[in-house]
């Protein structure tokens, strides 16, 4: 597969309490946040209704990995995420480096002049739109999609 692909992405950030979720455009030009979901049972069906509503072709997850590249309790608990949202929303789920999303987001909001007590609301969809406008930036740049295919999920022909 090579070339950009056309269509609305969601990028979506898991956390312990909240999930931070953001889209792009159809072009795949810009990242913009979208909500913050709480961290409960319904937070699978919450995003498959956001990828409806935007008539999503694909959910990007950030993969929380060490620095030094190994795999964290974090981790598993994002792919189990990933793959619940997988089999709730039938799309495709790519898995996506994230190590630096968070800390990007709180960079970004503190240059901002945001306190980290003030952002503690957003900050989840903001380091979502970091890893979505990350992996869009590498689709466009290598022809490639981003992270790696959840297993469980079928990529659309």
């Excluded at 946040?33 to 919450?46: G, H, I, L, N, S």
């Excluded at 790696?148 to 999920?153: N, R, V, Y």
């Amino acid at each position: 597969m090579s070339g950009f692909r056309r269509g609305v992405r969601l990028g979506i950030d898991v956390g312990k309490a909240r999930v931070g979720v953001a889209r792009c455009n159809r072009d795949g030009l810009l990242a913009v946040p979208v909500e913050t979901v709480p961290r409960t049972d319904a937070a699978a069906a919450r995003i498959t209704d956001l990828a409806a509503e935007y008539d999503a072709f694909e959910l990007l997850v950030g993969l929380p990995v060490s620095l030094s590249g190994t795999e964290t309790a974090s981790t598993e608990d994002a792919r189990a995420f990933a793959a619940e949202v997988a089999a709730a929303s039938g799309l495709p789920v790519r898995l996506v480096d994230e190590r630096l999303s968070t800390v990007s987001a709180h960079a970004a909001l503190r240059d901002a002049g945001r306190s980290q007590r003030s952002s503690r609301r957003i900050v989840d969809q903001v380091a979502a739109v970091v890893l979505l406008q990350q992996a869009l930036d590498v689709e466009k740049s290598t022809g490639t999609p981003a992270g790696a295919l959840l297993p469980e999920s079928q990529e659309n022909p």
